[in-house]
Each structure stands twice: as C-alpha cells, then as structure tokens.
C-alpha cells in the first residue's frame, strides 16, 4: 500500500472547495436558478459537466430507516429493535417504531422519487419481515410489501436496486449466535433465495451486503451499534461470516436466475474510509496502516484475491484472534461480481500517540487518534473531505479493479431550519453533494468506471444511534405528521441530473 505522507495531504487538502454561505430562507426558487442560487464553486459545477449522458441518478434509503410499522403484517423484531429499548443506546431515547412511515406511505414516496426523476432507487429489504425469525417460511405480507414496492417503482420507470442487509438481523438469530455465528451465513442465503423467488423476474442488479464494516466495529467490537456487543473475536467472526453470506447468496441467486434466464447482476456496498497520517512518523504511518486493513482491506481483499491481509492477520493475531476462515470459503467469498457499491461520507486524519505523546493505550493496544484538520464540518461533526473521496476512488481503480463503481450512499446532514412551509433552503448540502459529484467526475477522468451516483439520503430518516436529530434527506420529513416537503438540494438534483443527461452541463455554472 502507497500511503500519501503528511505533506502531501496537506498539499491535496488545501486545493478541495468549502461549504459556501447559504442565502437566507426564502420560497422555493424556480429550476434553472438553482446552482447560482446555492453557490455551487465553478470548478465543481464544470467537474459534473463533464459526466457522460448515461450516468446513472439515484438516492438510497434502509428500511429500518424509514418503514415503520414494526409490528406489523408479522415482521419479527430485528437487533435494533431491541438496541432502541436500552437505555443510553439512542439519542434522545428515539426508536425507530415509525421512522418516515414509508410503509404505508409507499406509493406517495414512489411518486416523490418519479418526480425527481431518477434513474435508481435503492432500498433495503428488511430480513424481519420476511423471516421473522431469521429462518423458515416466508412472511407472504412482508414479500407482498416490497413486490408492491418495485412494481410501483418499474411502474413509475425507475430501477429498484435492492439490498438484502442493511443491519436489520432478526433477534432470533442474534441470539442464537448473530454473525459470529456461522449458522447465520446459511441463513441469509436462504433468505436470500426466498427475496429473489418472489421478484427476482424484474429486479436486475441485486446487492447483498451494505457496509459490512459498520456492523463489524459499531456492533461487535465497539458496541455503539446494534447488537451493542464489544468483543475483537466475534467482530473478527462477524466480519468473516458477512462475507461468506454475501458468497452464498449470490452464489445461490445465480443458480436461480440462470435456472430461469433472467438478468443477474450481483453487487455489495462497501463504506470504505481513508486515513491519512498527521505526520510522517512511523507511529502515525502504522495507524494508517492498520485503519485501511480493518476498515478497508479486510472486505476488497477477500472478495478480490480471496484472501485476507497478511498484515491484518497479524494485528489480530497480537490480540490473540483470529478469523475463523474454513476450506472453501474464500472461493466462495470471492466469487466474481458484477459491481461495487462504495460509500462516503469522511477521511480521517490519524495519529499513532495520545495527546501526551504515548503509543499505547491502558490495555497495550497500539494508540489511533483522530486528529482534526480544521475543515468545514457538517452536522455529525465530521470533516468535508470531497479531495479524499477523489483519491478513494481513483486508488479503488487502480487497486481493485474489473467492475463498474457505483457511488451508493453520499450526502450530509446539517442543521436543516425548515421556513413555515417545512422548505429548507439547504445551500450547504448542495455544495456538499456537488464538490463530491466533482470528485466523482475527476476518479473517472483518472480512470476509475464509476457508472453511477445515489445520494444519501431520500428522507430525513432515523440516522441509528443518533436518533432523528441528524437529517440527511434531500425530502425533508416532519416527524410528528410524517409531509414530506422537497428541499432545495432534491431540486438541484433534477436539474443537474436533466442537465447532464441533455449534454449542457455548461447551464450548471
């Protein structure tokens, strides 16, 4: 791994665009204004003019996120579920009970997403409600739902893409083991088989996994995630389990559209995060080293090379762990696929000390801090970095490459101050989302196939831990009457996806 020194990521750093002012609120201005309006930087608004005209548009959503109805048509309790009720677990003491309502709100949000224009709409299939219990029949209403879902969505001439995981891991399954457990990985591909039985003949590109990542270190190992667990070993067993899951299912729908000739493109979404070092020691180098191989390359690497990383292994093998791989499973893992979906929403810039200057902590763990540059910050307080997105990608290309790239969640939260309508005129999120369409725009001129880019989110949603006091939403959400009011940034991207598509991006300037 080639890792930039501490200069040279300064040198990147001080080239990326910042956040620009946001005039005060004000009644929705028409399209054709909006760029101007929200300040989007030239240079950003040239990068995303030179998108191709069959770039792909698509915002994302989860379906614990934004369904509700939890108890409902016989949906099972899920892991967050049970983490919403411990006490401290969530902000504020929310659950996710309601969320957006989109269960019942289905067809009004398929119309939303119409409006918008988009290519893609990419949601999550909540395992609960298909298995209650994580294993046996199917749960026909809970299938009902989401075929409703994608007919309304082919009706509405926009592509479902949906996930099979996004973090929703039925209770019964969890406490028989949860991830760690290598029954679970079973499981899901039969889950798996039975989501694909029911609408497999009209939905194409079908993604297992979303940010396996999160789920091994927020759930398992640090335990601010549902499960709320924190133990090296069953987050090292997680993370191996999700993947070999991600295998079996794919492997498994394979079989099955083939068996009946439809089209079959298989994906997995991956947050990846890079790190840059504070300076140039070899203790800030070594907690780069370390951040990329537990967060980044224990995921590329299997599903690549099918293999894990040597100097991962040997991390873990210092804390006395080890990933409890069996014969087969890489090949299983690194089956070919037919795209990669990457999240993005921060670097980080790391050190190897304390403030105090040590290199390890209580426990004799080596020390990896989080060092603050001094960007513009969005609301989760973290770092607008639209410069390392760029190099993220460009090193995905280079790195691991052979499929397309789509870019399947980006976005940001800020403090969203609705006018009396419930508009919000959000100029910082669109300058947000347009310097990262720019990064987007300069990977592919570095030759990175990015095909596409879903913004993060649709909805104002329950942003897990942090309860619904985050809001990504390009739609903003009342919580309390559930109206959905567009805000600036989903009109900016229509125009600028029309834009694109018609070849004249020179009008986003």
């Known amino acids: 791994m080639n890792f930039p020194t501490a200069s040279e990521s ?262 990846l995060g890079p790190a840059t070092p504070a300076s140039d020691t070899p203790e800030d180098l070594d907690a780069v080293r370390r951040a990329d191989a537990m967060n980044n390359r224990m995921y590329l690497d299997p599903l690549w090379y099918k293999r894990y990383p040597t100097d991962l292994i040997a991390d873990l ?41 040590a290199t390890h902590d209580a426990q004799g763990r080596p020390v990896s801090r989080h060092v603050l540059q001094g960007l513009p910050q969005t609301h989760m307080g973290w770092e607008i970095m639209p410069h390392d997105f760029a190099s993220l990608l460009i090193r995905v290309g280079r790195e691991y490459p052979g499929v397309p790239v789509y870019i399947t969640e980006n976005g940001a939260a800020f403090d969203d101050k609705p006018d009396e309508t419930g508009y919000v005129h959000d100029a910082d999120r669109v300058g947000y989302i347009a310097d990262h369409l720019a990064a987007v725009a300069e990977a592919r001129e570095q030759g990175t196939d990015i095909q596409g880019y879903f913004v993060w989110s649709l909805l104002d949603n329950f942003e897990w831990a942090f309860g619904f006091d985050k809001r990504f939403g390009i739609i903003r959400v009342d919580f309390e009457t559930f109206k959905r009011t567009p805000k600036l940034s989903a009109r900016w991207f229509t125009e600028t996806l029309r834009q694109v598509r018609a070849g004249s991006g020179d009008a986003q300037a």
């Open 10 to 271: 300064a040198a990147v750093a001080g080239t990326a665009s910042g956040i620009h002012n946001a005039p005060p609120n004000g009644p929705a201005p028409e399209l054709g204004s909006l760029a101007a309006l929200a300040g989007v930087s030239p240079a950003s608004a040239l990068r995303i003019a030179q998108l191709p005209r069959d770039f792909r548009w698509g915002a994302a959503t989860s379906g614990y996120q934004i369904e509700g109805a939890v108890a409902e048509d016989g949906r099972g309790p899920s892991v967050w579920d049970t983490f919403c009720r411990v006490p401290g677990a969530i902000d504020n003491g929310d659950i996710g009970d309601l969320a957006c309502d989109h269960y019942h709100r289905m067809p009004e949000d398929v119309a939303l997403i119409k409006e918008l224009d988009l290519d893609v709409y990419r949601f999550s299939v909540a395992w609960p409600r298909v298995q209650p219990g994580g294993r046996g029949p199917a749960n026909a209403a809970g299938l009902d739902f989401y075929e409703r879902l994608v007919d309304a969505l082919l009706e509405a001439g926009v592509d479902p893409w949906p996930t099979l995981f996004h973090w929703d891991t039925p209770q019964e399954l969890e406490d028989a083991g949860g991830w760690p457990n290598r029954d679970t990985a079973y499981r899901f591909a039969d889950y798996a088989e039975l989501v694909y039985n029911r609408f497999g003949d009209r939905v194409r590109t079908w993604t297992t996994l979303n940010e396996p990542s999160v789920v091994t270190t927020h759930g398992y190992l640090g335990g601010v995630h549902a499960p709320g667990r924190t133990s090296l070993a069953d987050a090292a067993a997680a993370a191996h389990h999700q993947l070999l899951g991600h295998g079996l299912a794919g492997q498994r729908m394979r079989e099955l559209a083939a068996s009946a000739g439809n089209d079959f493109k298989l994906a997995v979404t991956l947050n």
């Open 317 to 357: 093998e210092a804390e006395g762990v080890s990933i409890p791989v069996q014969d087969g499973d890489l090949e299983i893992i690194g089956a070919p696929i037919d795209s990669l979906g990457v999240n993005f929403y921060f670097g980080q810039q790391l050190s190897g000390r304390t403030e105090d200057g």
